[in-house]
């Protein structure tokens, strides 16, 4: 929606900005799928 709005009003920094997004949160997810078992505290097993 970002990115239509930034594209009517012809602004390319929103423009860059609201294509880069993705990368970015995909980015942020594969680096917390491959860290995240890494950060979990050990569980007790009582």
Same mark, same amino acid.
């Given at each position: 929606?970002?990115?239509?709005?930034?594209? &009517?009003?012809?602004?390319?920094?929103?423009?860059?900005?609201?294509? #880069?997004?993705? #990368?970015?949160?995909?980015?942020?997810?594969?680096?917390?799928?491959? &860290?995240?078992?890494?950060?979990?505290?050990?569980?007790?097993?009582?």
């Amino acid at each position: 929606m970002t990115l239509l709005y930034a594209i &009517h009003i012809d602004k390319l920094p929103i423009i860059l900005g609201s294509m #880069f997004l993705p #990368f970015v949160y995909a980015r942020n997810l594969w680096l917390l799928m491959r &860290h995240g078992s890494a950060e979990k505290p050990p569980q007790n097993e009582a």
